[in-house]
C-alpha cells in the first residue's frame, strides 16, 4: 500500500544526511592530520622561513570572470613568498602548508561551494597550518602574493575555450630561468596491488604537468634534465600490478615520463617535498551497481527511501545534502517511488533524472534541471544565437612572429579550403621577408590562433646518423710447379757406370773441375727440358726455385730438376664511416668519392663527356617517434673505381636501400654480403703426373680460398638541445 510522505519523516531523512555528512568532515579531518604527521618533516625541508608569530586570519571564496574562483588567504603578516603547496587527484584536493603560522579563524572547516571548490579545511599541529581545498575536480591553479594575502585561482569551466582540450594537472610552477633535476626513478608494489611510480626531485619547484593520452598516463617535468643512465624503458609487469611499462626520455628541456598501464585503473598523484609519487591502482568493477563501466561516481554516499513523493521534493534533499543551487523547470512533475541505501549522490541525482526523463545542465554551483528536449532546445537555440553574434562580432589583426615555423606552411594550415582553422571571416597573410604572420578574425579565433602558434612554433628536433661500412678481406693462395729435362752430347742416352757427380744450385766448381775440363758450351737448362709445368705468378710475385743438376764425369750428360713454389696470405679491413645531422623527417645526404669521365652520343651524332660517379654516399629520412626511436630510411652506396675495359673505367658498386626503426643510441645491421671463392687447378702429364711420391714431377697445382664480407651499420642518436648548441 502506498502513502505519501510527511513532513517529518522529510526532516528525520535530512537528520540522517546531515550526520552523514558530518561522518566525512570528520574523516577528512582525521585523513589532513595523518597526512600532515607523515609528510610534515619532509615537506619543512626546503620550504622558505616565514616570519615568526604569523597566523591566517580569515579565507574567503570568490568567483571571477569566466568562472574562475579567487581563494583568498588573509595572514596577519605579510607571507615571504607563497607556500609549497601539493595536489592529489583522487579524491581532488589541494593542500598548502605555512611554517610557523597558527589558525587564527577560529574554525578547521569552512563550506564554500564556490565554483569546484566545495569547503576548506585548517588543520593545526605545533607550529605549523596546513589548508586544504576540497574541490570536485583537479583543476589548474595559480598562486600570488598581495600585500597580506595569498591568492589562489582556480581555474573553472569558463577558462576553458570550447573545443579545446582540458589543461592537464598541475602540482607546481616552474620557477622562470632555473634548471631542474630528477635525481631518481623507482617504482614500488602497494599491498593493495597499485604500482607506485617514486620520482626524486632535484628541489620541491619542479613544474609538473600529469595527463592522460589514450590508455597511457604522460607526466611531463618542464626546464628538467635527467642523467642518461635514467633515460630508459622499464618493464614492470612482474610485479602484478596494473601498470605494465615505464618509459622515460629526455625531449628538450623536458623529461616526459609515460607510464603505460592495462586493464581498470584509476591514478592518483602528489608531491611531498623534494617527492613525486603517482599511483596507479587496480579498480574492481561492482556488477551490482548501477551505469557499471560507465561512469564513475564519486559523491558522498546517502540512503533514500520514498513511496510516491513529488520528484521535487527529492532533489530538494538532493540540493540540501550536496549544498549546490538546483533550478527546477516548470514542467518539472510527477511522483516516485525509490529505495536507495548507501548510494553515491550524484549516482542517485543520475537515477532520478533517467526514470523521469530529465536532464541537467551546470554552471558553477547552480543546477538547472528540465525535460531532455527542452534543454537540447534551449541548446540550440543558444548555439544558433553565439553563430550570429559570432558573425557580427568585430574583427581585428594580429601579428605573429614566427621562429621555426615557415610561415608560407603555417598559412597553408589556415586557410586549407578542406578544413578550415579560421572562422568564415578570417583570413592570414604572410611577410616572407621577416616570417611574420598577420590573421585577421573574431578574438575568440584570435585566442585559439595564439594557443595554436605555441604548439607549432617549436623548434625541430634533430638526429644524427653516423653509419659504418665494414669490408674485411681473408685470401690465400698456393702455387706448386716443376720443371724436369735431360741433356745428353753424345749420340745415344745413358749415364754409364763412371763416377756421375750432383750440383745443387748450379754451381760446377763444387764438383772439383777445373774450367779447363768443363765442356763448352755449358748446357743450359732450357736446352734440356723435357717436361715444363712451372708454377704460375701471384699478384704480380715470381715464385721460389730450388733446382738439382746430375751429370757424368766427362760433363756430356746431365740430369736437371726444379721444383718451383709460392704461397700468398693477405687479411685486410676497410672501414667508411659516414655521418651526417639533419631534422626530423628532413633529408639528407653526404658523399665523398670520384666523379668518372666518359664518352656519350649525343643526338646530332657528336660526342660528349659525361660523367659516373663512383662514391661512398649517405641518404637518410629520418623520423622520430614519440616514444624517443627513430624510423629512417635510408639509401647507402659503396662504389669504386673497378678493372677498365675498352669502354672506359668499370664501377664495383656496393649499395643497400632500406626503411628501419632503431632506438635512439641503437646500432642495427641493416645489411651484409659474404663471399667466399675456394678453387683448386692441377695440370700434369698423362699418367705420370699420378705416379705415387714422384708423380708431382709432372704437374703444377694452384690453390685459391679467398673470403670477403661486408657489413653495414647504423646508428642513430637524438640530439638534445644542450648538445646541439656545443
Do not use: C
Not at 301 to 317: C, Y
Amino acid at each position: 500500500m502506498k502513502r505519501s510522505i510527511s513532513q517529518r519523516e522529510v526532516a528525520r531523512t535530512l537528520e540522517d544526511d546531515r550526520s552523514v555528512r558530518g561522518w566525512t568532515a570528520a574523516w577528512m579531518m582525521l585523513l589532513s592530520l595523518l597526512a600532515l604527521a607523515v609528510a610534515g618533516p619532509a615537506l619543512a625541508q626546503n620550504a622558505p622561513a616565514p616570519q615568526a608569530g604569523n597566523a591566517i586570519q580569515s579565507v574567503t571564496a570568490t568567483i571571477a570572470q569566466g568562472g574562475n574562483v579567487l581563494v583568498r588567504i588573509t595572514l596577519k603578516e605579510a607571507p615571504s613568498a607563497a607556500p609549497n603547496g601539493f595536489q592529489i587527484s583522487n579524491p581532488s584536493r589541494l593542500s598548502f602548508d605555512f611554517p610557523n603560522t597558527a589558525n587564527g579563524t577560529g574554525k578547521s572547516v569552512q563550506d564554500v561551494a564556490q565554483g569546484e571548490l566545495r569547503s576548506v579545511n585548517l588543520v593545526q599541529v605545533a607550529d605549523r597550518t596546513r589548508l586544504v581545498l576540497n574541490m570536485t575536480r583537479t583543476v589548474p591553479y595559480e598562486t600570488r602574493v598581495e600585500g597580506n594575502s595569498i591568492i589562489v585561482a582556480l581555474q573553472g569551466a569558463g577558462g576553458i575555450a570550447a573545443g579545446v582540450a582540458p589543461a592537464p594537472t598541475r602540482f607546481a610552477e616552474s620557477t622562470g630561468g632555473r634548471q631542474h633535476r630528477i635525481l631518481n626513478i623507482d617504482f614500488r608494489r602497494t599491498s593493495e596491488g597499485a604500482g607506485n611510480v617514486v620520482i626524486d626531485l632535484g628541489d620541491n619547484n619542479t613544474g609538473i604537468d600529469v595527463k592522460q593520452q589514450g590508455r597511457n598516463i604522460v607526466v611531463e617535468f618542464q626546464r628538467t634534465q635527467m642523467p642518461q643512465h635514467l633515460q630508459r624503458r622499464l618493464d614492470v609487469s612482474d610485479f602484478s600490478t596494473p601498470v605494465q611499462f615505464i618509459s622515460a626520455q629526455q625531449s628538450g628541456d623536458m623529461v616526459r615520463l609515460e607510464i603505460q598501464p592495462r586493464g581498470q585503473w584509476e591514478q592518483s598523484a602528489y608531491q611531498a617535498d623534494n617527492r613525486f609519487i603517482l599511483e596507479v591502482k587496480p579498480v574492481i568493477e561492482d556488477a551490482t551497481r548501477l551505469g557499471s563501466g560507465q561512469r564513475r561516481y564519486t559523491g558522498d554516499k546517502l540512503s533514500l527511501n520514498f513511496q510516491n513523493v513529488e520528484v521535487r521534493a527529492v532533489l530538494q534533499v538532493l540540493a540540501d545534502f550536496t549544498g549546490l543551487n538546483i533550478i527546477t523547470s516548470d514542467t518539472v512533475a510527477g511522483n516516485l517511488t525509490l529505495r536507495l541505501k548507501d548510494v553515491p549522490w550524484d549516482q542517485a541525482m543520475d537515477i532520478i533524472l533517467q526514470a523521469k526523463g530529465l536532464d541537467m545542465r551546470k554552471s558553477g554551483n547552480v543546477m538547472w534541471i528540465a525535460p531532455r528536449d527542452e534543454l537540447a532546445t534551449r541548446d540550440k537555440l543558444e548555439a544558433e544565437s553565439r553563430q550570429q553574434l559570432a558573425e557580427l562580432e568585430q574583427v581585428r589583426t594580429e601579428t605573429f612572429q614566427l621562429n621555426y615555423a615557415r610561415a608560407e606552411a603555417f598559412q597553408k594550415i589556415l586557410t586549407d579550403p578542406q578544413q578550415r582553422v579560421l572562422s568564415r571571416r578570417g583570413s592570414a597573410v604572410i611577410d616572407p621577408r621577416t616570417n611574420t604572420l598577420f590573421i585577421q578574425d573574431t578574438p575568440s579565433k584570435l585566442e585559439e590562433m595564439r594557443r595554436l602558434v605555441r604548439q607549432i612554433d617549436v623548434a625541430v628536433r634533430q638526429v644524427m646518423i653516423e653509419a659504418r661500412v665494414v669490408e674485411a678481406a681473408d685470401t690465400f693462395s698456393r702455387n706448386l710447379g716443376a720443371r724436369l729435362g735431360v741433356f745428353d752430347r753424345q749420340p745415344g742416352f745413358g749415364l754409364g757406370n763412371s763416377g756421375n757427380r750432383l750440383m745443387v744450385g748450379g754451381n760446377l766448381e763444387s764438383t772439383g773441375f777445373t774450367t779447363g775440363q768443363i765442356a763448352t758450351p755449358i748446357p743450359t737448362l732450357t736446352q734440356s727440358l723435357g717436361v715444363s709445368l712451372p708454377a704460375q705468378t701471384i699478384g704480380g710475385a715470381r715464385p721460389g726455385a730450388f733446382s738439382v743438376v746430375v751429370f757424368n764425369d766427362g760433363l756430356s750428360r746431365f740430369l736437371n730438376l726444379e721444383v718451383q713454389a709460392l704461397q700468398a696470405e693477405g687479411r685486410g679491413r676497410i672501414v667508411s664511416s659516414p655521418r651526417v645531422i639533419t631534422a626530423d623527417q628532413i633529408e639528407a645526404t653526404i658523399e665523398q668519392g670520384t666523379e668518372i669521365p666518359f664518352q656519350q652520343a649525343t643526338a646530332s651524332g657528336a660526342t660528349a663527356v659525361s660523367f659516373k660517379k663512383a662514391t661512398l654516399s649517405l641518404k637518410v629520412r629520418p623520423q622520430i617517434t614519440p616514444d624517443g626511436n627513430v624510423i629512417m630510411t635510408l639509401n647507402v652506396n659503396n662504389d669504386s673505381v673497378g678493372q677498365n675495359t675498352q669502354s672506359g673505367p668499370a664501377i664495383n658498386t656496393r649499395q643497400i636501400s632500406t626503411q628501419v626503426l632503431v632506438e635512439n643510441g641503437g646500432t642495427v645491421v641493416i645489411g651484409g654480403i659474404y663471399t667466399q671463392d675456394s678453387r683448386q687447378a692441377v695440370n700434369k702429364v698423362p699418367v705420370l703426373g699420378d705416379i705415387p711420391f714422384v708423380g708431382f714431377l709432372f704437374r703444377d697445382r694452384a690453390i685459391v680460398d679467398d673470403k670477403r664480407e661486408l657489413l653495414i651499420f647504423v646508428t642513430p642518436r637524438v640530439l638534445n638541445d644542450r648538445l646541439s648548441s656545443l
